[in-house]
């Protein structure tokens, strides 16, 4: 059976941009599953935010806001010793998996949303539990509130999401977003960067046929 895998981090920019193309496609091939492996783009940085690197993320940010249409808030890189860490956010991502792998994707749009557009600190742990579960429970989902974190806490899902980071380690990919197609257990690349859905379509179309 053939499925895509989104290499991915909630807390990557262009993968904020390129949510709504990959929306698009998914939503056009229903019978093909999504399968989300974190990417830990900034994963146990240890460092807080200076204004250097602030200024060099916003200006970064508006050209994906111009390439997407995409609403960014300052607010996101202003929070008070705010630490620029992704491993938290794929952490969510990756309990979201554990709890309900069918609306996993959801949670990971949600917390994209709620930290670029809402300008929330994604890298705390109620913040991450509170969008999580609002997005279960949007899907039809009832997951608690403190359910929800204690998946988030518990040892299995830091050590999966380890693990996610060392897979996409292992395939060598360093750029975020990235989308592969997998058929008959080989991997084939559809994309490596944002690109607009009719792209993605004419590249996956292209895969689809030379499986067959």
Same mark, same amino acid.
């Given at each position: ?61 508006? &050209?994906? #806001? ?8 300052? @607010? +996101?890189? $202003?929070?008070?010793?705010? *630490?620029?860490? =992704? ?50 429970? &949007?899907? #039809? ?8 974190? @204690? +998946?988030? $806490?518990?040892?299995?899902? *830091?050590?999966? =999401? ?51």
């Amino acid at each position: 059976m053939s499925k895509l895998i989104y290499i991915a981090d909630p807390m990557c920019s262009w993968c904020y941009g390129f949510g709504p193309e990959l929306t698009t496609l998914i939503n056009g091939i229903p019978d093909t599953p999504l399968e989300i492996v974190l990417g830990g783009l900034r994963a146990y940085n240890p460092d807080l935010m200076d204004e250097k690197l602030k200024t060099s993320l916003l200006a970064h940010w508006g &050209k994906v #806001g111009e390439a997407s249409g995409l609403p960014f808030s300052r @607010d +996101a890189l $202003s929070h008070p010793n705010f *630490i620029y860490d =992704t491993e938290p956010a794929c952490r969510a991502v990756v309990a979201a998996r554990v709890l309900a792998p069918h609306a996993t994707f959801d949670v990971f749009r949600a917390i994209q949303h709620g930290f670029y557009a809402e300008g929330l600190d994604t890298t705390k742990a109620d913040v991450l539990a509170k969008i999580s579960v609002d997005a279960l429970n &949007k899907a #039809g989902i009832n997951i608690e509130f403190q359910e929800f974190l @204690d +998946a988030w $806490s518990s040892e299995e899902v *830091i050590a999966v =999401t380890n693990q996610d980071f060392q897979q996409t380690q292992r395939w060598g990919v360093t750029g975020f977003p990235t989308l592969v197609f997998e058929n008959a257990g080989e991997l084939h690349l559809v994309t490596s960067g944002f690109v607009r859905t009719e792209a993605l379509v004419e590249r996956l179309q292209a895969l689809v046929d030379q499986a067959s």
